[in-house]
């Protein structure tokens, strides 16, 4: 089993920046991709970003590519979701998952572990 906790959500003005953490426990996290999604009131989960277990291959949505990036830290059993240039269109809770096959899955039924999610509120 794996256990995700995110921090790092808040409340930002559009163009900032904040830094989203995944803390896990387990030991197979190092070995499986991980990968964040957002859901927005009224909306479904939708995929941003995914990351193998070894970290050399990541997967973005295309909402976030070239603002967002998703990075790993095996040996702190961490993930992280640096997210630039937001927009208001990013507000949403923001949540971690685990997937147990794969490379870098871009979609919910893919992963099998879910954090309880973070908010980010954008204001333009």
């Known amino acids: 089993q794996v256990q995700l906790v995110e921090s790092g959500g808040g409340s930002v003005q559009a163009g900032g920046s904040l830094r989203l953490s995944c803390a896990a426990s387990?030991?197979?996290?190092?070995?499986?991709?991980m990968g964040w999604f957002r859901q927005a009131p009224g909306k479904e989960r939708e995929f941003v970003a995914a990351?193998?277990?070894?970290?050399?291959?990541?997967n973005y949505a295309d909402s976030v590519k070239g603002r967002f990036t998703i990075s790993r830290d095996n040996a702190k059993n961490t993930g992280y979701l640096q997210m630039n240039s937001l927009k208001p269109e990013d507000t949403a809770v923001y949540y971690c998952?685990?997937?147990?096959?794969?490379?870098?899955?871009?979609?919910?039924?893919?992963?099998?572990?879910w954090g309880q999610g973070t908010q980010v509120t954008v204001s333009s």
């Open positions: 998952a685990t997937a147990s096959r794969g490379t870098a899955p871009s979609h919910v039924y893919e992963y099998d572990y």
């Open positions: 387990g030991r197979t996290f190092s070995k499986i991709p």
């Open positions: 990351i193998s277990w070894g970290g050399g291959n990541t």
